[in-house]
């Protein structure tokens, strides 16, 4: 056997022992799982899963697990699909479907982030309004002033740079998460049962309401666990990093974070529901408020008066931050193929200030206008996260060779059809 054989089947053997064991990388690729979908849309999960009554939320949390692991290990297959070992998502999309399929993902991607930051521009405001009438006793100023000041402030962050902002995300998702989790331990002794003694009887519930329910949730569930932007870094560094076995890897790394993230989220949204009735619950979407601004309105309590508020404009500020990276690199990407094709030189930072003043008009705009929050999750960003992290995945295994192998099983059945639901709620929009 030759020197370059001998090596490589060393380096083969090392991928094998690393992938077969647990690896201090992969602790830290599961935290950052978790860390990247646990954000603002937690907050407004619990109005959404608790409106329709006990039932339906029985089914969410059935779901949840199912739906977060087969989708997002669906999502880690095709990019892991790709020939070259570096490959990212954009790359492999053109190697499978070409160049003008990686366009319309690119504008995808673009449609899949830019109305989140729309809507958290509206929760912010309404936030920082709710606690300015409610627990500070001040009269706020008018609508369209609190929400440029606020933008123009997020904004002023922005500015500091990217790396700023990843690391204060990193900072603030942990002790979010413990504050979460802090504030659903501590809203157990408030627990009424009125979820439950207003339950319907098991065998009337699956009646037309349940299933609208049910069918308007999915979008939001989609969106509360989503994070498949990070997923095309995470199968590019398994691909590197194990070789042939970074498939087997990346699975037990995703159950891992989606087993904690669905315990944890969905502890929180039981806690939240179980706290109010469903008259609560849709009073707070009524208000188009999240979840933790309706508990601190509705108890008498200082302590959750003082921390929701504060929990909730990290939470909103934090998610705000992080999707505008992903809309300002959707829209300058957008920008920069447009004016290569036009024979144009791109200059990035003439670019970003485009892109800065395109988002302060925009965001300002809505947040003005106030329009309802979980009605643009379910509109538009649920069924676009879909397209691209639950169809676009079940596609590429009836259609490509290289993923040909992973055809047959029962999960694509079941991830098409959830994908299939999330983007049929703009239908039910169009319909009703």
């Known amino acids: 056997m030759s020197d370059m054989n001998i090596a490589a089947q060393g380096v083969v053997n090392q991928q094998e022992a690393s992938a077969s064991g647990w690896q201090k990388v992969d602790l830290v690729w599961m935290l950052g799982l978790y860390g990247t979908a646990i954000g603002a849309g937690v907050l407004f999960l619990p109005i959404n899963a608790g409106v329709g009554g006990l039932w339906p939320l029985v ?13 997002h290990r669906g999502l880690t297959r095709f990019v892991l699909s790709g020939s070259g070992r570096d490959s990212d998502i954009t790359e492999v999309v053109e190697e499978h479907f070409g160049k003008a399929a990686g366009k319309l993902i690119t504008l995808l991607y673009f449609f899949a982030i830019y109305p989140i930051l ?22 706020p100023p008018p609508r369209a002033i609190l929400s440029l000041v606020l933008i123009l402030g997020l904004m002023t962050v922005v500015r500091l740079g990217g790396q700023f902002i990843v690391k204060a995300m990193s900072v603030l998702v942990f002790p979010f998460v413990v504050t ?8 157990i002794p408030h627990w009424t049962g009125t979820m439950i003694t207003e339950a319907p009887a098991l065998s009337d519930a699956f009646n037309g309401g349940f299933v609208k329910t049910l069918w308007l949730a999915i979008p939001v569930m989609v969106f509360a666990f989503n994070h498949s932007p990070i997923i095309s870094s995470f199968a590019v560094d398994n691909k590197g990093r194990y070789g042939q076995n970074a498939e087997k890897k990346s699975n037990r790394i995703l159950l891992g974070a989606h087993t904690m993230m669905v315990l944890t989220v969905m502890f929180f949204v039981f806690s939240c529901v179980l706290s109010l009735s469903p008259a609560d619950l849709m ?28 929990i909730a404009i990290v939470a909103i500020s934090k998610s705000f931050l992080g999707h505008y990276l992903g809309a300002k690199e959707g829209l300058n990407g957008l920008m920069a193929k447009h004016l290569r094709e036009q024979g144009k030189s791109v200059d990035v930072k003439q670019l970003d200030k485009v892109t800065a003043i395109f988002m302060i008009l925009t965001t300002w705009a809505v947040a003005t206008i106030n329009p309802s929050i979980l009605g643009m999750i379910e509109d538009l960003g649920g069924p676009i996260i879909a397209m691209i992290l639950f169809l676009m995945p079940m596609y590429a295994i009836a259609k490509i060779p290289a993923m040909r192998k992973y055809a047959g099983s029962p999960s694509n059945l079941f991830v098409t059809l959830i994908g299939l639901i999330a983007m049929s709620g703009i239908l039910y929009k169009l319909l009703a």
């Open 118 to 139: 729309l809507m958290y521009s509206v929760a912010i405001t309404n936030t920082v309004e709710s606690l300015l009438i409610h627990q500070l006793g001040i009269t």
């Open 180 to 187: 979460l989790m802090g504030l659903a331990l501590y809203l």
């Open 283 to 310: 009073a707070a979407k009524e208000q188009n408020i999240s979840i933790l601004s309706y508990l601190a309105n509705h108890f008498d309590n200082p302590f959750i008066a003082t921390v929701a508020p504060i």
């Open 59 to 71: 089914a969410m949390a059935l779901l949840a697990l199912p739906l977060t692991y087969f989708a």
